[in-house]
């Protein structure tokens, strides 16, 4: 596999389950990233990592929880969820950390959908 | 902060038609402007970037020349295909934390 890959695509979650969702870069980078789109809104950085170690968190709320294992894997933990966090979620990696001019690489995101 | 403003879609155009869609910005320093596309069903990808003003970046007959005068990189097209129907970002990085920020999208509609 090539890119950066999201599971699962589409999840429906009721607000007291626990779920979480995967994201795998095979591109050798070194930063990873989640991101927030909801319809008629800017996309919202939520989480930043660079070599594993979280740079950014951008006050989101405690009901999401990310986790970093290593450079390639990113997950995000989802729990008692409100319905106005159904969204799409993107996950993107980029070579580093630092870069102004580097380019993004996102995954095809994970659709939400809280009841 | 960093803004970016996008003109409101949906953009509906016919085959073969001009496609302009306009993108300003404010930022700190000098930012790295870039355009990224949205598929149907798909991730954001990149389009294309120029990272200096008067830069101009190309890709799959799209261009955007970085204004830093007018504060702009509005997306250019000369004959649009069914194909490019998809929803359109612009973004900026203006400092040293690959801290993009993007504009709403723009939707684009090509029919035949």
């Known amino acids: 596999e090539t890119g950066v890959t999201q599971t699962p695509r589409h999840l429906v979650m009721g607000m007291t389950n626990k779920k979480s969702l995967k994201c795998e870069q095979h591109?050798?980078?070194?930063?990873m990233y989640w991101y927030k789109q909801s319809a008629k809104k800017p996309l919202e950085l939520m989480f930043v990592?660079?070599?594993?170690?979280?740079?950014e968190n951008n006050s989101v709320p405690s009901r999401f929880s990310p986790e970093c294992p290593n450079s390639s894997h990113l997950f995000l933990h989802l729990h008692t969820l409100q319905p106005e966090d159904s969204a799409l979620y993107l996950c993107?990696?980029?070579?580093?950390?630092?870069?102004?001019?580097?380019?993004?690489?996102f995954g095809e995101g994970s659709r939400l959908t809280v009841l | 902060g960093d803004s970016v403003t996008q003109m409101e879609g949906p953009v509906t155009l016919s085959e073969e038609a001009f496609l302009t869609i306009n993108c300003t910005y404010t930022?700190?320093?000098?930012?790295?402007l870039f355009w990224y596309v949205q598929y149907p069903g798909e991730g954001l990808q990149l389009l294309l970037k120029?990272?200096?003003?008067?830069d101009k970046g190309s890709n799959k007959g799209f261009e955007a020349t970085y204004r830093k005068e007018t504060t702009s990189f509005h997306l250019e097209k000369g004959s649009v295909q069914v194909s490019d129907s998809a929803v359109y970002f612009c973004?900026?990085?203006?400092?040293?934390?690959?801290?993009?920020?993007f504009g709403t999208g723009t939707k684009l509609q090509v029919i035949p």
């Open positions: 591109l050798g980078h070194n930063a």
């Open positions: 120029a990272t200096k003003a008067d």
């Open positions: 990592y660079s070599l594993e170690e979280r740079v």
């Open positions: 993107a990696s980029s070579q580093d950390w630092g870069n102004s001019a580097g380019e993004l690489f």
């Open positions: 973004a900026l990085n203006s400092g040293g934390y690959q801290k993009v920020t």
């Open positions: 930022a700190t320093g000098y930012p790295s």
